[in-house]
């Protein structure tokens, strides 16, 4: 089994910056992505940012220039840097990794952006 915890969420004013962080453990299988999920109340779950095994990122278009996602492989972590945020980055943000043994998510960290 795989376990994936977030950390690094909370409050903070438009504008503002947040880093999450994202723990891996378990029976880890090579993935083939890794990344970052969003889901705002009353909203489906969408993606915010991705990271294949061969290093390539892949962005939303609503955070490309602002968020960043990094990886460090060697203690099975994955990075989310997220500058400049909105009011409508609020959303619980889940760390996912994908893999040919299946997908598996986190619990989720919360992000809420004032204005």
């Known amino acids: 089994q795989v376990q994936l915890v977030e950390s690094g969420g909370g409050l903070v004013q438009s504008g503002g910056s947040l880093r999450l962080s994202c723990a891996a453990s378990?029976?880890?299988?090579?993935?083939?992505?890794m990344g970052w999920y969003r889901q705002a109340p009353g909203n489906e779950r969408e993606v915010v940012a991705l990271v294949t095994d061969d290093g390539m990122t892949i962005y939303a278009t609503a955070v490309k220039g602002r968020f960043t996602i990094s990886t460090d492989n060697a203690n099975n972590m994955v990075y989310l840097q997220m500058n400049s945020l909105k009011p409508e980055d609020t959303a619980l943000y889940y760390c996912?990794?994908?893999?040919?043994?299946?997908?598996?998510w986190g619990q989720g960290t919360q992000v809420t952006v004032s204005s």
């Open positions: 996912t990794r994908h893999t040919a043994r299946g997908t598996y």
């Open positions: 378990g029976s880890l299988f090579s993935y083939y992505q």
